[in-house]
DNA sequence: GTCAGTGCAAAGCCTTTGCACAAAT
DNA sequence: ATTTGTGCAAAGGCTTTGCACTGAC
């Protein structure tokens, strides 16, 4: 995705957000080619153009553009280990913004579909799916809390 | 699940781990119930029946019974934050073993039967889906490698 | 001029590791 | 007897926080 100077400081504006030199060069940088990047990562590439930046201004931002919903995280999830005490297949229902997990059942998914979009040799015999959303306690929450 | 203890014992064997009682407590404290445990709750129950345990003790194993396939974690991705480059709506594909993310297109999903099983008020308006599997890679790893 | 954002260093979690002792095979 | 597992404490990695300075509005 390209983005003009202009584009990004009327984004950074419609979400309340100053639009600082770096958190527009962090922004281009996570959006300018698709890909699913780490803050280290995202830091490297900010620092070529930017080299006093520092890695907690990368995290503020990114944190900050979830937040308001202008990026995605790759995993909207809790980062801590959670092992699942249900062994049956099931799929996740995850809400994105409180990190809640529950077990949905029901047979939506298409696997002849989708076995056509994955690539050779992925092995899919014990799929697990979760599909994300916002559930109803956080959707009463105002958006940036 | 209900689980005796000689059921336990053939489990683990199977799998080339020594039937410790730290273990078997563990393993049933996690699949005596669904829900999504995480170490520290597993521990505070294991620790009512054994409680010289300790939290490494619990990690050690849980980590054991994912990597050889008795449990399953609840997100089977890299704990690290990413932030994803492409706004376009699509899905993930990622590998249990070695986490790594590929994004896949496709619409194998039927999002009419899944509002019937999602919960009322769950907002799924910008629905990202994650289905789990194993890369070619990861499967010529032999098993518990 | 005011308020929000940046950069630094320090603190904080969660998780893993190394090692001596104990238990399982 | 040998091998594998446990428990402790210490180290490690990733992420957040507090605060003075800087820049946006």
Chains 1, 2 share one sequence.
Not at 7 to 33: N, P
Not at 104 to 114: E, Q, S, Y
Request: charged share 20%.
């Amino acid at each position: 995705m390209q983005l003009s100077h202009e584009q990004f400081r009327e984004l950074a504006w419609k979400h309340g957000m100053a639009a600082t030199h770096q958190r527009e060069i962090i922004f281009k940088a996570v959006v300018s080619a698709p890909g699913h990047y780490s803050p280290e990562q995202i830091y490297a590439v900010v620092k070529r153009r930017v080299p006093s930046v520092s890695l907690a201004t990368i995290y503020k931002n990114l944190r900050l553009f979830v937040e308001n919903g202008l990026l995605q995280e790759v995993t909207p999830h809790s980062s801590t280990l959670r092992v699942d005490g249900n062994l049956e297949p099931h799929h996740h229902l995850v809400c994105t913004r409180c990190k809640s997990v529950q077990d949905i059942a029901g047979d939506f998914v298409d696997f002849k579909r989708l076995a056509r979009h994955v690539p050779g040799g992925f092995d899919l015999t014990q799929p697990l799916i979760e599909v994300f959303g916002l559930c109803p306690r956080c959707q009463n929450r105002k958006t940036t809390s």
